[in-house]
Structures are given as structure tokens and as C-alpha cells.
């Protein structure tokens, strides 16, 4: 009985109270948009948005037949080319459709992890340098606190002007639209990594860093065997935070630059006016949350399957 309990308990914690919570934000949803009007109509509840869904779903299936018959025509005309030329050298024309809202999720996972990765490769090395020398912090810590609170609108303008200026080709591997969006969230991801994985270094136990000078330890195996595994924990809370602020940024930013992204996508709808663009937003806000939620998971993942400190719970 006192096990049944006890599971009953923890379904109730693991299930039935965040199913109550969410039951309650939707009924309060529910109440308080059919109580709100805009110059666009009402604003969407719940079953409006879910309407949305089905419809923004229809038309990705609708993009994809229409990407598959423009290559099977395609493949068609070239065929029959070939065939009546045999030293024609067909060539293949992209698929240039409207993007659709699932392509546009793509774009932005693609561009966010981007910034991420390139943030954490200049991140974690400057973190481990300040964190083992104390000049080095001293002479780091006034410019990161100087550019750490600055907005991405502020780093936008800017970020542009040095791309349109410097990103310059005939035949660009990167349309400037990207470039400029994964910059800007670079910018704004780097100093939750840099500031953790600096304090998890400085905070190395003595009796490790006495190990490391009994063994006489060279630099960089001292960095590798001990500096690294002891400030994993840290350095991980920095990466979630620094992934958590790149997806805020990044929202910011495709509006703004234009990337063909879930910005781009928000401001495209609110720029539209049309009676659905409200449901169509409140779409992409929910599935904005979702999306920072799971990539919030994958790092806390990482976290247990690399560190050692088996503490960080998938919630």
C-alpha cells in the first residue's frame, strides 16, 4: 500500500500538477481572448490557434508537392534533352518557392546553433585562460562587463555595416541576411560561457590543483586532466544560458535582418494584418517557447552524459 502510495504521489508531482497548471493557462487564455478585440478581431484562443496549426501544416504539405513537381519536371525536361543531345550537360535550378513556416524553423535552428557553436569555441578557451590567471581576469573583466548588458538591437546596425562592407561576392556561400543574424547572437552568447567557465576554473579545489604539481603535470595536460573534467558543472550552466539568450536574440534579429526565420516570420504576419496573423503569431510564439524548452533539455543531456556531477535533472 505504502508503495502504491508513494507512486501515486509521484505521478500526481510528475503529471497530474503540470497538467492542472497547463489546464488552467488555457482556460484563463481561453477567458480572457474572447474578451479582447483589435483592430484585427478577436484576439485567438486556444481553439483558434489550433485551427492555425492544421492550416500552416496543410500548406507546408501543399510547398512540398510543389517542390517535388517542379523536379520531376525538371528532371523531365533535362531527360529529354539529354536524349535528343547527348552532349548536353544538364543543370539542376533550386527550388526558389515561398518558405514555409517549418522551412523557417529549420533556418532558425541552423542559424542559432551556428552562433552558439562559434561563441562557445571563443568562449570556453578565453573562460579556462581568465580563470587560471588572475592577471588575465583583471585585464578581461572590465570589457566583459562593458559589453556583456548590450542589447542585439545596439550590435545589429553595426554587425551589418561590417558585413556589407567585408562579405563581399559575386557567388556568397552565405546569404548576408544569415551572416549578419548569426553574428549578432554570437555576440550576445558569448559572456554567460565565458564568465562560468571562468569562475567553475578559478573554483578548482587545491587538493586537485596540489595533485597536479605533485605529478608534475604539464600546462596543458593540467587544462585536460584536471581543469576541464572539475569545471565541466559550470561551465555547462554557462552553455544553457548562453543557448537560452542566443534563441531570445535570434528572433530579434531575423526580424530585423530580414533571415527567413521565425522573426522573419512574426514580423512578416504582424507587417500582413490579415484576420488570421494574430493566431498565426500566437503559433509561432508557442512553438518559439517549445523549441528554447527542448533545446534547454538537449544541453542538460550533454551535461549528464559528459560531466561527471550527475545532478542536472531533464524537467
Not at 578548482?204 to 587544462?223: A, E, K, Y
Request: proline fraction near 5%; charge should be positive; glycine fraction near 6%.
Amino acid at each position: 500500500m505504502a508503495l502504491m502510495g508513494g507512486l501515486a504521489t509521484r505521478v500526481m508531482w510528475g503529471l497530474g500538477l503540470p497538467l492542472l497548471g497547463l489546464s488552467a493557462f488555457l482556460l484563463v487564455w481561453s477567458l480572457a481572448a474572447s474578451h479582447i478585440n483589435t483592430s484585427l478581431g478577436k484576439f485567438p484562443g486556444p481553439v483558434a490557434v489550433a485551427q492555425q496549426v492544421q492550416n500552416m501544416y496543410q500548406e507546408y504539405e501543399r510547398a512540398q508537392q510543389k517542390k517535388a513537381a517542379f523536379y520531376q519536371r525538371q528532371e523531365a525536361r533535362n531527360a529529354a534533352r539529354v536524349a535528343s543531345d547527348p552532349s548536353y550537360k544538364p543543370r539542376v535550378v533550386p527550388y526558389t518557392g515561398q518558405p514555409t513556416f517549418v522551412s523557417q524553423i529549420g533556418t532558425s535552428l541552423f542559424t542559432v546553433l551556428s552562433g552558439f557553436l562559434l561563441a562557445s569555441l571563443i568562449a570556453i578557451p578565453i573562460g579556462i585562460a581568465i580563470g587560471l590567471s588572475a592577471g588575465l581576469y583583471a585585464a578581461f573583466n572590465p570589457l566583459i562587463q562593458l559589453f556583456r548588458p548590450v542589447s542585439p538591437l545596439a550590435w545589429l546596425p553595426l554587425v551589418t555595416i561590417v558585413v556589407s562592407a567585408v562579405y563581399v561576392s559575386s557567388d556568397p556561400m552565405f546569404s548576408k541576411s544569415y551572416l549578419v543574424s548569426m553574428i549578432t547572437v554570437m555576440l550576445c552568447a558569448l559572456w554567460p560561457t565565458i564568465i562560468n567557465t571562468a569562475v567553475g576554473v578559478a573554483s578548482i579545489s587545491r587538493d586537485l590543483q596540489n595533485v597536479s604539481r605533485v605529478l608534475r603535470l604539464g600546462w596543458w595536460t593540467h587544462v585536460r586532466k584536471i581543469v576541464l573534467p572539475a569545471s565541466l558543472p559550470m561551465m555547462f550552466t554557462g552553455l544553457r544560458l548562453s543557448l537560452s539568450i542566443a534563441w531570445m536574440v535570434l528572433i530579434a534579429a531575423e526580424m530585423l535582418a530580414q533571415n527567413p526565420g521565425l522573426g522573419k516570420f512574426v514580423w512578416d504576419e504582424f507587417q500582413n494584418g490579415s484576420s488570421q496573423s494574430l493566431s498565426r503569431i500566437m503559433v509561432a510564439v508557442i512553438v518559439i517557447g517549445l523549441i528554447g524548452y527542448m533545446l534547454d533539455q538537449v544541453m542538460l543531456l550533454l551535461q549528464r552524459l559528459i560531466s561527471w556531477d550527475k545532478k542536472a535533472v531533464l524537467r
